[in-house]
């Protein structure tokens, strides 16, 4: 009877601490600070109904990334991977609706923008957005999975290419779509499955 009793409760602490556990984008505490940033830009701009205060939130949203630099031991899901190992474009949620997008194929980045023809920078081609450690790693990987990575924010898109994650000049509808799901250029150093704690 003891013994039922013991494996009773056990079962039922197993259960109870699966639910309270924490999710895996919050036991990383810069990256926890990322997204609890986010949020505090994007939840009252939202709801004050201003355009002028979801533009300058969505301003300050993309600043902040480019305030993290090098990330490490980030956790996410892969949510989308397309193209072959040298078109290779990948996004990875790291936080409710919050992405990072990585890419290596420039020109269908940028395929029609008139934003590159009038460029006064640089014309050395960019660096690629995930490393080969990172594309051989993702052969292995599935959509759906967990995975912690490596990298830096925006670090592809400082190469004098137009940045994707800027917003400037855009309207009203897309600084709340972004503000609603945020997705940022990221370049990816590595990326692994991630280890269930």
């Given at each position: 009877?003891a013994g039922?009793?013991?494996?009773?409760?056990?079962?039922?602490?197993?259960?109870?601490?699966?639910?309270?556990?924490?999710?895996?984008?919050?036991?990383?505490?810069?990256?926890?600070?990322?997204?609890?940033?986010?949020?505090?830009?994007?939840?009252?701009?939202?709801?004050?109904?201003?355009?002028?205060?979801?533009?300058?939130?969505?301003?300050?949203?993309v600043?902040?990334?480019?305030?993290?630099?090098?990330?490490?031991?980030?956790?996410?899901?892969?949510r989308?991977?397309?193209?072959?190992?040298?078109?290779?474009?990948?996004?990875?949620?790291?936080?409710?609706?919050?992405?990072l997008?990585?890419?290596?194929?420039?020109?269908?980045?940028f395929?029609?923008?008139?934003?590159?023809?009038f460029?006064?920078?640089?014309?050395?081609?960019?660096p690629?957005?995930?490393?080969?450690?990172?594309?051989g790693?993702?052969k292995?990987?599935?959509?759906?999975?967990?995975?912690?990575l490596?990298?830096?924010?925006?670090e592809?898109?400082g190469?004098?290419v137009?940045?994707?994650?800027?917003?400037?000049g855009k309207?009203?509808?897309?600084?709340?779509?972004?503000?609603?799901?945020?997705?940022?250029?990221?370049?990816?150093?590595?990326?692994?499955?991630s280890?269930?704690?």
């Amino acid at each position: 009877m003891a013994g039922r009793r013991v494996f009773l409760l056990g079962g039922a602490g197993l259960v109870l601490g699966g639910c309270f556990d924490r999710p895996c984008h919050e036991r990383n505490p810069a990256q926890k600070a990322f997204l609890d940033g986010l949020a505090a830009l994007a939840k009252p701009a939202l709801a004050s109904n201003n355009p002028l205060a979801v533009e300058e939130a969505a301003r300050q949203s993309v600043a902040l990334a480019d305030k993290v630099g090098a990330f490490s031991d980030w956790c996410g899901t892969i949510r989308k991977i397309e193209g072959n190992a040298q078109t290779v474009a990948v996004t990875i949620e790291v936080g409710p609706q919050v992405s990072l997008y990585a890419f290596n194929d420039w020109t269908l980045a940028f395929a029609g923008s008139i934003t590159d023809l009038f460029s006064t920078r640089t014309r050395e081609p960019p660096p690629p957005g995930l490393s080969e450690a990172a594309i051989g790693a993702l052969k292995t990987l599935r959509l759906g999975e967990r995975v912690t990575l490596s990298g830096r924010m925006g670090e592809i898109a400082g190469s004098g290419v137009f940045d994707l994650s800027r917003l400037l000049g855009k309207g009203d509808a897309e600084h709340r779509q972004f503000l609603q799901t945020p997705r940022f250029v990221a370049r990816i150093e590595a990326l692994a499955a991630s280890k269930k704690t």
